[in-house]
């Protein structure tokens, strides 16, 4: 009897939805199905790095522009109709791949092209999402933006409900981090939240020990400074947390890592005690000693702060508007503080660490909320409703 057939269409910007579709397809794989990834930019990158690349196939890409600072809008705007055109030949793509492959079921993480397209040749699909609807950035957040932000939530929550099942990546109200991307729009017909689908760091004590003594920690508050996303939004950031980083290394044990994939792996002292990673090899074991996590405010990175019980101060990226919503949900739930870009200074960062570290009441309620989230395994359930299908 032949194998059931599952196709994986995945946002590649970014790895947060590559990194958790990888972990769901191996589950799904363990059961003896056949898989089959489509992706592009930094998502096929990773399913190659991970010995996927005879299971994977490079569709046209659609991303945002990034201009110096952040999310380019005033890029995007002008651009629509290029944009579109490509989401046209990406659509075209995936009717012409998913066909080849006849699938049993198409998944497609936040990928509207791949629903539409499985829907077109009568294949069912399941989506995973942790952003449902547009969010403008705040800019455009006028009278007027916010009617064509509704209309475009309202247009593109008929479509993603062309989807079998619509699965929210995302702890349920009141609770949902994602909320900003929800507001305006009639989900509870639609979206099934699963819980966060962020892979767990699981570092073994003696990996952890090893990293304590190369970076000679002592007893003090262990910080650690992660910076992420397109190569124009870092140099404010980076240039903040190295500002910052000498006086606070009085009192903590800083280390950073810039995220440069192509850079030294060999930490370096900085001044007043610290350490920088232009790459850091052992991101794992710093997070599971961190007190403290410094952090672009993404939806993986904050499911797993929540999943550890991570205090965290977050800086969204210059006018990305998921983000800057991610960022205020968790700071209005008492899980940590958010600084907006454009108010990013040495003395309101350090201001913030010092608080998170401490005020107790940050960590009494991201463990409160780790507690409610342990009743969830996202890619555990993912996996068995897509298995459900078959």
Known sequence: MASRKVYFAVFGSGLGHVTRVLEVAHRIRSAGMDIMFSSSGQGLGYLKAKGEGRNTIECPGLDVEWASGGFSSWHVLPGFPFMFNRFLRQLAFER????????????????LSAVLAARSKSYPVITMLNQFSIAFPPRFRHNAGRVYERLAGDGLGSMWALSEEVLMTDLPPPYTIGEANLVGSDVARVVRFVGFTTPEAKPSPEEVERARRMLEFDSRPVVFCQVSGPEPTKPRFVGTLLGAAEGLSKEFNIVISLGNPEGSTEPRRIAGGGWVFEWCPMKDELFAMADLLVARAGHSTIGQCINAA????????????????????????????????????????????ESCLRNPRFHTNIEDLRRLSARYNGVEMCASIILGHL
Do not use: C, W
Not at 96 to 111: C, G, M, T, Y
């Open 96 to 111: 012409e791949q998913i066909e080849a492959f006849d699938p049993d079921i198409v998944v497609s993480d936040s990928r």
């Open 310 to 353: 991570k205090p965290a101060v977050l800086v969204p990226i210059y006018n990305h508007p998921e983000q800057i919503g991610n960022a205020s949900k968790f700071a209005d739930l008492g899980l940590g503080m958010a600084i907006r870009s454009e108010r990013l200074t040495k003395e309101d960062f350090t201001e913030a660490v």
